[in-house]
């Protein structure tokens, strides 16, 4: 591979290319016979990252892919067979880098991953235990939790500042008074012109929040009949699906904002809510066997972090006189075998 290509891959990897240097990287990252050394040259990249001598943080591991995702977006008038192209070649790209496993679960797939596009939305979707920081277009950072999707017009501009979300994500908006940046869910929409804040949507849950860590929100129900609410730091507001309560509150931020620095926090939450989350960090199934309704309501506080599943159990376990057993289940359809695990109280 000659001088001046490794010089255009540089200039790519530093989110510094034109359109015809991208298109040159593309037939670059294409011919087979440059794998050995596009992979020698991304190591020396990765390398020069400051944590790898140390522990690897995940936004450090998302810098090439956060360059791949984007880089496209500066060229709104993109055809979508060029974007095709794009998509199998940086999913190659991704092959080469051999980072670990939080990256590669992330690989940008057109049509089973990451990064997908129509006419209309892009679309960026995180895999169970992964998780995913990118920049959209007008420089909001969004961090994406495990089995989150979130969708932004394909012509996103500073009149037309929203995105479509289902799961959980923080937001740094990017500051611009005369443009509000939108946040649609199924429960509501957050409106926003420069802040930072968490949101969770998450379907299956029986309910959505909205944590305010900076500046000013005002959220505004799908129901149209309730007043917007405006928040202010360190509140959220909670809305109930089953009853259609909303309720605003004071909150400890960290509990709900720790997810983006690979810890989970939880504060007296019940053994119910401990054990949602705790699925959905590990992409594990937890039965919680309480016939007697005895156990669920029990309250929790720790921090989890590097822990595996079977060593925050045991902790629950001892904490609170229960007992928990493993299983493993395969299903041909869904890929690796899946972790099962049945807790319950000792009397069961």
């Known amino acids: 591979m000659k001088k001046d290509a ?156 929203e995105v479509i ?42 309910f959505s929040s909205v944590v305010l860590e900076e500046g000013k929100v005002s959220y505004i129900p799908a129901n149209k009949k309730d007043e917007p609410i405006t928040l202010q730091p360190e509140e959220q507001v909670v809305y109930l699906k089953g009853s259609g309560s909303l309720i605003k509150e004071k909150t400890d931020i960290e509990k709900y904002t720790s997810w983006t620095e690979g810890k989970l926090i939880f504060r007296d939450d019940p053994l119910s809510e401990v054990i949602i989350r705790l699925q959905r960090w590990y992409n594990a199934e937890i039965i919680l066997s309480d016939p007697g309704h005895l156990v669920g309501g029990l309250t929790f506080t720790m921090t989890v972090k590097n822990e595996t599943l079977p060593q925050v159990l045991e902790y629950l376990s001892q904490a609170a006189n229960l007992s928990f057993m493993q299983q493993h289940i395969s299903d041909q359809n869904s890929g690796p075998e899946k972790a099962r695990y049945i807790l319950s109280g000792s009397n069961n």
Not at 22 to 50: C, F, M
Not at 72 to 90: G, L, S
Not at 125 to 141: F, H, I, M, R
Not at 196 to 204: E, L, Q, T
Request: aromatic share 12%; glycine share 4%; with cysteine.
């Open 6 to 161: 490794a010089i255009l891959l540089l200039k790519y990897l530093e989110n510094k290319c034109s359109r015809d240097d991208l298109e040159s990287i593309i037939r670059l990252i294409g011919a087979k016979e440059n794998d050995g050394e596009l992979q020698t040259l991304l190591y020396e990249y990765w390398k020069n990252t400051p944590s790898f001598q140390h522990r690897i943080a995940e936004e450090e591991l998302n810098q090439i892919l956060d360059s791949v995702h984007h880089r496209i977006n500066i060229h709104e008038d993109r055809k979508r067979p060029f974007m095709k192209t794009i998509a199998y070649y940086t999913a190659r790209a991704a092959a080469v880098l051999f980072v670990p496993l939080l990256v590669v679960s992330a690989w940008v797939f057109l049509n089973d991953g990451v990064y997908q596009q129509n006419d209309q939305y892009i679309t960026l979707e995180t895999q169970p235990e992964s998780k995913l920081k990118t920049a959209l277009p007008d420089g909001t950072e969004v961090w994406l939790n495990a089995g989150t999707r979130v969708q932004y017009p394909a012509k996103f501009t500073k009149r037309n500042r």
């Open 165 to 206: 979300l289902t799961g959980e994500a923080y937001f740094h908006v990017s500051s611009d008074l005369r443009n509000p940046f939108y946040v649609r869910t199924n429960d509501g929409t957050i409106k926003v012109t420069g802040t930072k804040f968490n949101v969770s949507a998450f379907p299956d849950d029986n």
